[in-house]
């Protein structure tokens, strides 16, 4: 590899002379003094043990050693229906199979007869005098009854009547 190489005056861009002007004329003295803060965020304990405890488990899968599994059987498990389950659904099937498959020709027609049998004459008139009575009875006016007296046919005996009883 060769050393690099300054660039020689001829190939550097061209400034404008008013900015030419203006940085030769700056002073650094005229800036605003502005302190640096250098913000260097450092994990806390609690990430750095995470990240301990996340590596550890990788390399503890990677470094697994499957000669120490034991081998194993697996039993598929698939329960077929017994006789008596097959049997009902069947007799389900063919129900069914009877329902869609049914022959409508093989009917016989019928007609028929709605009956709507109405009260006769009398009962109609023995119900309309229960209404008229029990409507007597619920819009009945007590005001329009007259004033009585009461007499007593029965009196009671006076008590000299009663005492020559007991003497008796």
């Known amino acids: 590899m060769s050393a690099p190489v300054s660039p020689q005056l001829k190939d550097l861009p061209k400034v404008n002379l008013d900015l ?3 940085l030769e004329g ?4 005229n800036m605003k003094k502005a302190e640096t803060h250098e913000k260097n965020v450092l994990p806390t304990a609690e990430d ?8 550890a488990l990788l390399q503890g899968v990677e470094a697994f050693d499957t000669g120490k599994l034991k081998h194993t059987e697996t039993q ?11 049997k009902q659904e069947k007799v389900h099937q063919n129900l069914l199979e009877g329902v869609e498959h049914f022959d409508k020709t093989t009917m016989k027609p ?6 709507n049998p109405l009260p006769d004459p009398e009962a109609i008139e023995q119900e309309r005098g229960k209404q008229n009575l029990i409507a007597g009875i619920e819009n009945f006016d007590p005001r329009k009854l ?6 007593e046919k ?12 007991k003497k008796a």
């Open 76 to 86: 598929e498990k698939n329960p077929l229906p017994d006789k008596d389950v097959v």
């Open 26 to 29: 700056f002073k650094t003295v």
């Open 20 to 22: 030419k002007s203006e």
């Open 146 to 151: 007259k004033h009585t007296e009461t007499q």
């Open 110 to 115: 019928t007609q028929t007869q709605e009956k």
């Open 154 to 165: 029965n009196p009671l005996p006076t008590k000299e009547a009663i005492d020559e009883e």
């Open 48 to 55: 750095v043990a995470t990240e301990k405890t996340q590596k």
